[in-house]
């Protein structure tokens, strides 16, 4: 998970290729996705979790 408000999208593409990979884009999310839009970070990690295990 990335931001792209002060910066490019460029890592966060480029390492989206990688295989088992996802680029998720948090609209309206500053450097701490995490504190900022908690309910929408765990349930992306639950649904990616749950693919691969």
Do not use: N, W
């Amino acid at each position: 998970m990335f931001s792209a408000a002060h910066g490019s999208l460029a890592q966060p593409e480029r390492l989206a290729q990688y295989a088992d990979a996802e680029l998720h884009l948090i609209e309206a999310c500053g450097h701490v996705p995490h504190r900022e839009k908690p309910q929408l970070i765990v349930q992306t990690i639950k649904e990616f979790v749950a693919i691969y295990t």
